[in-house]
């Protein structure tokens, strides 16, 4: 029989959670959308237009399936169509066999479209340093087909030119030619640096996104000067080749975080120009921003009139219905949905949704020290301004040593977890940040420190997770209910924080199951429902 599953409206602060449909979205629902467009870990995007429809590409660095594919009919709402990939396979990292992937894998993707068809291109930043092109001719109805494997491009774009020839620009003003097909890099063809560091560039400048408009290649680049604000800025040439004269096109602090850079520019069906630009924020990751892109004297001048991001503008196509990027699931289908990935290669073996329908099925499949090396854990994106999320878990087959919960994680995570320990089951919230070695990203330490424990006398939990992202917070707190009704505080309030050494990524809900002495143990996890907390439910400003 399945666990009577509670409304949001059963939690003991029912107000928080009434709103309307659009509560998911940054869409209003009255034509206009507020910034960021997507709150969430949805970094180094590129953006293309086909027809009336938009395409996102994104990094998920080591989560699997990889590289999401989001389409879009107002640049505002997103849908995951696809991803390029199920896995990768290059290292036994992926599979966290002795190593781990932790802030390596698929990032920086570039995406384009050329003769009907669909094209990506991205090279993970890990052994053996190749990168991976992948076409379909419909990115919502066929899979991804691997093309070839080309050198290490960093931060590569992609360029179909006019006459056919096909280039990528990559890391700090480096531009290479490849053969039609992308096959391979072109025998003697284009192998050069176009331009060289102005007196002002001294720092970070990677991120290349390029595209042909007017007879003219715009490069836009992300420049960090030592010292200086993070910025936008874009060179320009009247050949592929050079020379290219640079300008500064966008540099601005907004909503209460410096500055906003990295990402790329695309047109609407109507000839009007948008920056989807990406911003630090702190434990939610980096989000994104939508802004007007005004051509001013052959530039591509990023942000309003003042040059700064708008809190609210219009949508720039209407009559699209709002879509979520995170969403509940009750596991009632056959197939996982699209919105979930895997923290490296699942082992496909170890869970079902089929064995007990209506339910996610975890099962352990090897012996592990901690939540770090788990294969298995189930993650979707957490949001700001304010996001809460419940799973329900039956216990009733873990065995000795198993671990099992819900966690706010990320390479420092807050974590419930439910422990088997001497035959009787107890729950815990803790702690945990783990230290990763340069190289390998093999865990080489793990601090934990544990701030509750409670022992169940059932086998039926409830685990409840509410971040909230608003600037100076980035709080994580931690519930547990015996029915699915009453919530409990359990712990303490646990800050999250974005580290690029480690993860690279926003944190993350994670439903995780795990043995620590033997296999064969399993949970079963009823549903994970998901709400979005937008600033004018709670009365924020």
């Avoid at 990889?66 to 849908?79: C, I, Q, T, Y």
């Avoid at 991205?122 to 990168?131: A, E, L, T, V």
């Avoid at 960093?154 to 053969?179: C, P, W």
């Avoid at 216990?395 to 000795?400: G, V």
């Amino acid at each position: 029989m399945k666990i009577r599953k509670p409304l949001f409206c059963a939690l003991t602060m029912c107000s928080l959670f009434l709103g309307s449909a659009q509560a998911q979205s940054s869409d209003n629902g009255d034509g206009t959308f507020t910034n960021p467009m997507l709150w969430s870990d949805v970094p180094d995007p590129d953006v293309i237009r086909v027809d009336d429809n938009f395409y996102l590409v994104s990094t998920t660095m080591h989560l699997m399936p990889g590289a999401p594919v989001m389409r879009s009919k107002d640049l505002v709402n997103w849908e995951t169509a696809s991803y390029l990939f199920d896995r990768l396979t290059d290292t036994p990292n992926y599979d966290m066999d002795g190593c781990t992937a932790y802030g390596r894998g698929q990032w920086a993707t570039s995406l384009r479209y050329y003769n009907g068809r669909y094209y990506a291109y991205f090279s993970p930043n890990d052994k053996p340093f190749r990168g991976y092109v992948y076409t379909t001719t419909d990115p919502a109805k066929e899979k991804w087909e691997l093309v070839s494997r080309l050198p290490h491009f960093h931060d590569a774009s992609l360029l179909f030119d006019d006459d056919g020839r096909v280039y990528v620009y990559y890391g700090t003003g480096q531009l290479r030619e490849l053969k039609p097909d992308l096959s391979d890099v072109q025998p003697g063809g284009v192998d050069m640096k176009i331009f060289e560091r102005d007196s002002t560039e001294t720092g970070l400048l990677e991120g290349s996104r390029a595209i042909k408009y007017n007879g003219k290649y715009y490069l836009l680049m992300i420049s960090w000067p030592n010292g200086g604000k993070r910025r936008q800025v874009c060179y320009r040439a009247d050949k592929i080749t050079g020379p290219y004269e640079k300008k500064v096109i966008l540099e601005a602090d907004f909503g209460g975080f410096p500055y906003v850079g990295q990402g790329c520019i695309v047109d609407d069906a109507k000839g009007n120009w948008y920056g989807v630009i990406f911003q630090d924020r702190g434990g939610v990751g980096r989000v994104l921003t939508l802004m007007p892109c005004r051509w001013v004297d052959g530039w591509p001048m990023l942000g309003d009139e003042n040059g700064q991001v708008p809190t609210v503008m219009e949508k720039p196509v209407q009559g699209s219905p709002a879509i979520p990027l995170v969403v509940s699931d009750d596991f009632g289908n056959k197939q996982m949905k699209i919105n979930w990935q895997w923290n490296h290669n699942p082992v496909h073996k170890a869970w079902s949704l089929e064995e007990r329908p209506g339910y996610l099925r975890l099962k352990t499949s090897r012996v592990v020290e901690n939540l770090f090396w788990a294969p298995n854990t189930l993650t979707q994106r957490m949001e700001g301004p304010k996001c809460t999320a419940s799973v329900a878990i039956d216990l009733s087959h873990m065995k000795e040593g198993d671990v099992a919960g819900f966690s706010a994680f990320n390479g420092n995570s807050g974590v419930l977890a439910v422990l088997k320990e001497n035959g009787k089951k107890c729950l815990t919230m803790s702690e945990q940040v783990v230290s990763l070695d340069d190289k390998s990203k093999a865990v080489t330490a793990l601090d934990t420190k544990e701030k509750a424990r409670v022992e169940l006398s059932q086998d039926i939990i409830y685990l409840r997770i509410d971040g909230d992202f608003r600037p100076g917070k980035d709080i994580a707190t931690f519930y547990y209910s015996l029915n699915g009704k009453d919530w409990t505080k359990i712990g303490s309030d646990f800050k999250m924080i974005f580290d690029y050494r480690r993860f690279f990524m926003g944190t993350k809900y994670a439903i995780f199951n795990y043995a620590t002495q033997e296999t064969g143990g399993y949970v079963d996890v009823d549903y994970f429902d998901y709400k979005r907390i937008k600033n004018e439910e709670l009365n924020l400003p």
